[in-house]
């Protein structure tokens, strides 16, 4: 692990979500970047209208390359899903990540912790609150929920 490195990483995946403040619905606006040895395989944020989630975009453009990488995202993936689709954290779960880093905790119901316990129970590693202070500013309103 490479602080450094790390931190730029979560900034971009920062980034990302800032870019789609406003655009997303009900649902926050969340960024992910996937990266496996340090080079981004994989980033994407929040779809038009909330859906669909950073998470399963970046998954997807990463394929199989998910496989022992680090997902960075700007908040805590979802451990549920309204709409019964699989969670952000099956998704990367199941994707092979290695090691998940947030940012901001996300307090909704379908979140609140299920997603880091759900990554957990599948043998990833799980970072909570890296440059929390930076992601802020992005999810003031507590009504919000990434679901």
Do not use: K, W
């Not at 950073?54 to 709409?83: H, K, M």
């Not at 969670?87 to 199941?94: D, G, I, N, R, T």
């Amino acid at each position: 692990m490479d602080p450094q490195a790390d931190a730029a990483l979560m900034r971009r995946a920062i980034a990302l979500a800032r870019g789609r403040l406003g655009l997303t619905g009900d649902n926050p606006a969340v960024g992910c970047v996937i990266a496996r040895d340090g080079a981004v395989v994989g980033e994407a944020a929040t779809d038009a209208g909330g859906r669909p989630h950073a998470e399963e975009q970046a998954v997807a453009l990463a394929g199989l390359r998910t496989r022992g990488a680090v997902a960075y995202v700007s908040l805590e993936p979802c451990g549920a899903r309204s709409s019964g689709a699989p969670s952000c954290a099956e998704l990367l779960a199941a994707a092979g990540v290695a090691r998940v880093v947030y940012a901001a905790a996300n307090p909704h119901p379908l979140s609140a912790g299920r997603g880091p316990e759900r990554l957990r129970d599948a043998g990833v590693a799980v970072e909570s609150g890296f440059l929390a202070a930076e992601a802020a500013g992005l999810y003031a309103d507590p009504n919000r929920a990434d679901s």
